[in-house]
Every structure is written in C-alpha cells, then in structure tokens.
C-alpha cells in the first residue's frame, strides 16, 4: 500500500494507474480516493492518474491535533503528492472540499497546475449563510463525537444535495453510504472543524480568483443549491473559467452523472494541452447588455 509524507510529517494513501500527463483527483468530505473509481477507469487510458486520501481519512494518517487542519493545509497536500510524486505539473480536480482545496491551489502555486476543475464548491460562502454553515460544522463535529460514523454517515447522506444521487442511481449510492459508514469518526470530526468550518468564503477570495490564469472549469449540479451562485462568481470574476451546470443534479456530479463529468474533463485537458483554453474577451465584459448604447 503507498504512501507519501508531507512537510509536516503525515502519510498519505494514495494510489495512481496509467501513463501519461498526469491527472490528481481530491476527495470531497464525505468520500474519498475509492470516490474518483469512475475516473480513474476512464483517463488512466491516456493518463497518470494519481488520487488520495487527505489527512483524517485512514489508511492515511489521523493526526489527533485539531491544528493540523486547515485549508492552508489541504491545499498543500495536494503540492506534498506532486512533489512525493516527482510531477512538476498536473491537472487538479477536486469536488467539494477538495474543489476549495483545489482552487486555493490553483490560486497559491498555478506554476504547477495544468489545468483546475472545481467541482461542487461553494457551501458556506453566501454571506447570509457564514455563520449557519460554522455552526452546522459545529454540530456534525459533535454528531461524530457522540454517536460515531455509522449513525452519522445514514443522515448525512441523505442531506437535501444527496438525495438527487439516491433517485437517480440507488446502486451507485447505496455504494457511497456505506463507504461514508467507513471513514474514521475522528478524523471526519477535525475535518469538520479545522478545514470545512474555518475556510474563507470564495467571495473573500475575489482578488486572487481575478489575478487567475490557470484553466479552470467550475462545474456543478442545478440542484446543489450552496454552491450555484459562488460559481457563477468564479465564472464572472476570472478570466479564464468556465462554468458547466448539470441539470438535475446533486452535489456529487463526478459519481451521478460521471459520463457528462468526464466529458467536461476531457474537454478541459485536451483545451489546455493544445494552449486553447479561452481567456474571456474583455469586449464581453462591458456594462451594456446588447453593446448597443446610441
């Protein structure tokens, strides 16, 4: 079983299959690397395709110090698989937690980045929904505490941006709940506090995403409501994103709709590769809507 170790000292599980550029996938909260199967199958044809357990999430380390995550901290775990690797670049694509690890990485080292694709990112950043969502993180932390995975991971999964998964692919869902039952308490518990609850909003990001040069696809599903309006956010503020809604869709796109996911992905790798991904026209930006003002 592989392992790396970062610049703090903890090991990581990864696991990677096929040739080529490479590819790094990052896990949401409530999955992991076994979350990125239907990718991994499909690009490790034409790819090295690399995915991970972040920190918390066995057979990875679960460091017992709340200080030990952060979103500083997972942004830079995906630089410690790249640098364990011997990758000088790749393309990154994360969903969720790992979409916000995946932009703050794009944002802090886009030298390394051949591409970005964020996926589901986005929960907690409305304004009017900061402190609901700390104190949510607060709760689940708890929950984790008190009652263990199990109980957990039967709620959790059915949360209002889950239950388009469960209606669409019961097979496919039923897989990723009782994966979610696997995961350690503990270290889903400091994930909660240290890295889901304390991350900025993605509008407090505004400065950097516009200084963003990197490729980048924003993709999520119409139904994953947290998340449809800090996208389109990104889409306007950085030059180079694009943003793909899925329709009728939940929040884990990459595994209920992993088809159109890939499709998307594909086309962003092969776009960038061929130096064509689009830097928006600033003629596009203009406050008129029909640029006829005489």
């Known amino acids: 079983m592989p392992f790396l170790t970062t610049d703090d000292d903890v090991k990581l599980h990864y696991e990677e299959v096929g040739s080529g550029t490479p ?14 199967e239907p990718q991994l199958r499909y690009f490790s044809r034409r790819h090295r395709c690399i995915a991970f357990n972040a920190r918390g999430y066995p057979p990875s380390d679960v460091p017992t110090d709340a200080a030990r995550y952060s979103q500083s901290r997972a942004r ?12 000088v670049k790749a393309h990154v694509c994360g969903l969720s937690m790992g979409g916000y690890a995946t932009l703050h990485f ?7 980045c051949l591409s970005i694709l964020v996926a589901g990112a986005g929960y907690g950043s ?5 402190e609901k969502f700390r104190a949510e993180a607060t709760v689940i932390a708890g929950k984790l505490d008190t009652d263990g995975i199990g ?4 709620i959790y999964a059915h949360g209002p941006t889950r239950v388009q998964f469960e209606a669409k692919d019961p097979r496919g869902f039923a897989e990723f709940k009782a994966e979610l039952a696997k995961h350690s308490a503990k270290g889903a518990a400091l994930t909660q506090l ?3 609850r304390e991350r900025p909003s993605i509008y407090d990001l505004e400065d950097k995403i516009a200084a963003m040069r990197v490729p980048a696809l924003i993709v999520t599903g119409d139904e994953d409501w947290p998340c449809l309006q800090p996208n389109v956010f990104i889409k306007r ?21 992993p ?22 026209d600033p003629r596009a930006m203009v406050t008129s809507i029909t640029g006829v003002t005489k």
């Open 76 to 87: 830079d775990d995906i630089r410690a698989v790249l640098d364990g690797l011997g990758i």
């Open 194 to 196: 240290g890295v889901q």
């Open 259 to 280: 088809a159109a996911f890939n499709a998307a992905l594909a086309d962003l790798i092969a776009q960038a590769e061929a130096g064509r991904w689009p830097v928006r």
């Open 126 to 130: 409305e304004r009017d929904q900061r």
């Open 106 to 112: 794009g944002l802090q080292y886009p030298e390394r």
């Open 151 to 154: 109980p957990f991971a039967e």
């Open 237 to 257: 503020t950085c030059p180079t994103a694009a943003l793909l809604v899925l329709p009728n869709s939940g929040h884990a796109v990459n595994i209920e709709e």
């Open 23 to 36: 590819i790094v996938f990052v896990h949401e909260f409530a999955g992991d690397l076994k979350s990125w």
